[in-house]
């Protein structure tokens, strides 16, 4: 593993909870998906635990009742990588695919994690739009496409086009304390979703 804090975290965490994935969180859905949903990283009983993103922890929770709600998911929720989930038309990945402490990756964790998600979107030519959640996964997105951040302002709901068939939609995090805080409500990030699929045509 290229970032030492990130693999010394990892040999911790299974040392102390041996039936934890603690690996790379690989990402998760349609092959070839039309929209791309990027989160920050794993989170220590979600992801970490279970080997799939989103699965298993608060903020998964909304996620993929949402993605049910609009046909991208064939369940409403996600406990186990094992549960029998599927995505339809989309993919989940993470700005980092390793645990970070506190949730808080470094700059250069998330630099030398993006060539990872740099390959899959030019793996994914069928992506129509790229979901970023939160202001990282913002940023982790223009860094594989080679754009600035300058040019490309994060705030939730905005979109910006990255080519001519690529959008980026951007939205808050769906995470326990922006929920908990109303800083994200269920009915803000619903009309994230429901933009992102009409902006792939779904």
Known sequence: MRCARLAQLLADVRAQHPTYWARPVPSFGATAPRILIVGLAPGMHGANRTGRPFTGDFA????????????????????????????VNARIANAVKCLPPDNKPQPIEVRTCNSYLKNELAALPSVRVIVALGRIAHEAVLLAHGLSRAQFAFAHAREHALTETRQLLD????????????????????AVIARACALAGL
């Open 60 to 87: 998964g929770i909304l996620l993929y009742e949402t993605l049910y709600e609009f046909g991208l998911a064939s369940a409403p929720s996600s406990q186990s990588a094992d549960d029998g989930l599927r995505l």
């Open 171 to 190: 939205s808050y995090h769906c995470s326990r304390y922006n929920t908990q805080t109303r800083r994200l409500s269920t009915a803000m990030f619903k």
